[in-house]
């Protein structure tokens, strides 16, 4: 099969599909059985990230239980600032702590973005692997994290509720910040060339925390970053759809999606579909919106909320998806619920 035969590219390609194309942000995660049991072979979690093998499989894992029509790397979006020279490490039960950037010391402190390949290798590995393993009909989504985001972690060192560490920087040392976003910016465009030479035939861009960044900021920080990004790899790679996810950025999506020249945008579960199906699905492909919620709790709850999605895009360019990833407390069965239903079977 021709990759532009692939339903998700005939989606992103603008095409309205009836069943709409599916697949799951997270979905090769914690919900499953096999995927913690392939965790603990790996030994932690960058241990799998960078197990060119496990890698593979946890991305195939959930893919011989569902019939998604893609696939999506699995990784995680601070492997950059990792390649970039920051220390890297997950706290069980809290998330990723890293290296702290306070100011141009730290900043100078890290690698060049030429570097940064050296230490992603097993990540273009896994592709490869996956390009050999996956079903014909299956695409294969590459992603990356979009610079604000991964700056937010960066600079506080972990999560954090309202990216205020970030913002501090941000309006005390603009200079310190600038530079940071641009030396990410650059790596994240190389890391996503290098996906697709290693297979990815979509990309994606996650701003998880780009709702945090008030008016103009918004603009500055996660719109021309991105747009950045896309015109650096569709400068070499034409024909690769890009997917862009800037998580509760409300109706900053029309200008988001003007600016970038998405073939998709993600919305998240604060957008109203039927907002989005007016507004939005006549400038790029609309990807989600499902609570995740749902997969938790399942019955007839979860049957209209997938009607509902599937009624509000019908007609046009469309795939199924969450507003956020699956969390780990889903219950598989839901997936399966989700896809009959979607699919009317």
């Known amino acids: ?20 194309p599916a697949w799951m942000m997270r979905q090769a995660g914690r919900y499953l059985p096999e995927y913690r049991q392939t965790r603990e072979k790996a030994g932690s ?23 998604f029509d893609a696939a999506i790397l699995f990784a995680d ?10 220390d890297l490490w997950f706290v069980t039960g809290e998330g990723p702590r890293l290296s702290t950037i306070a100011s141009s010391a730290d900043l100078q402190r890290l690698k060049p973005v030429d570097a940064i390949h050296d230490t992603l290798g097993p990540v ?18 590459g992603f990356a994290g979009a610079p604000w985001t991964v700056a937010t972690y960066m600079i506080a060192g972990q999560g954090t509720k ?11 040392d603009p200079k310190t910040f600038d530079a940071l976003m641009n030396l990410i910016t650059d790596a994240t465009a190389q890391y996503l060339c290098r996906q697709i030479e290693a297979g990815a035939e979509v990309i994606k861009l996650f701003d998880s925390w780009a709702g945090a960044l008030p008016g103009a900021l918004f603009d500055k920080y996660a719109t021309a970053p991105a747009k950045r990004i896309l015109d650096i790899v569709r400068a070499r790679y034409p024909g690769v759809p890009a997917i862009g996810f800037p998580r509760q950025a409300g109706e900053k999506l029309l200008d988001f999606v003007d600016a970038t020249g998405v073939a998709g945008c993600a919305i998240d579960t604060s957008v109203r579909p039927e907002w989005a199906a007016r507004e939005l699905s006549p400038r790029t492909c609309v990807q989600g ?6 997969l938790v709790t399942g019955g007839d709850m979860l049957l ?40 009317g079977r």
Not at 1 to 20: H, I, T, V
Not at 45 to 67: G, H, I, K
Not at 124 to 141: D, G, H, K
């Open 77 to 86: 979006i601070l492997l950059v600032p990792q390649a970039l020279g920051a």
């Open 289 to 294: 919106n499902l609570d995740p919620a749902l």
């Open 124 to 141: 273009y590995e896994t592709l490869r692997i996956l390009r050999e393993s996956l079903p014909e009909e299956t695409a294969l989504i």
């Open 304 to 343: 209209k909320s997938v009607d509902n999605l599937k009624n509000a895009f019908a007609g046009q360019p469309y795939i199924f998806n969450l507003g956020h990833g699956i969390t780990p407390d889903a219950d598989p069965a839901n997936v399966n619920l989700m896809l009959k239903a979607l699919r």
């Open 162 to 172: 309202d990216q205020a560490p970030a913002r501090q920087l941000m309006y005390s």
């Open 1 to 20: 099969m021709k990759s532009e035969d692939k339903r998700l590219l005939r989606a992103l390609a603008g095409e309205a599909l009836d069943p709409p």
């Open 45 to 67: 979690f960058l241990e799998l990230c960078y197990s060119p093998e496990l890698a593979a499989e946890v991305t195939l894992q959930p893919l011989r239980r569902y019939d």
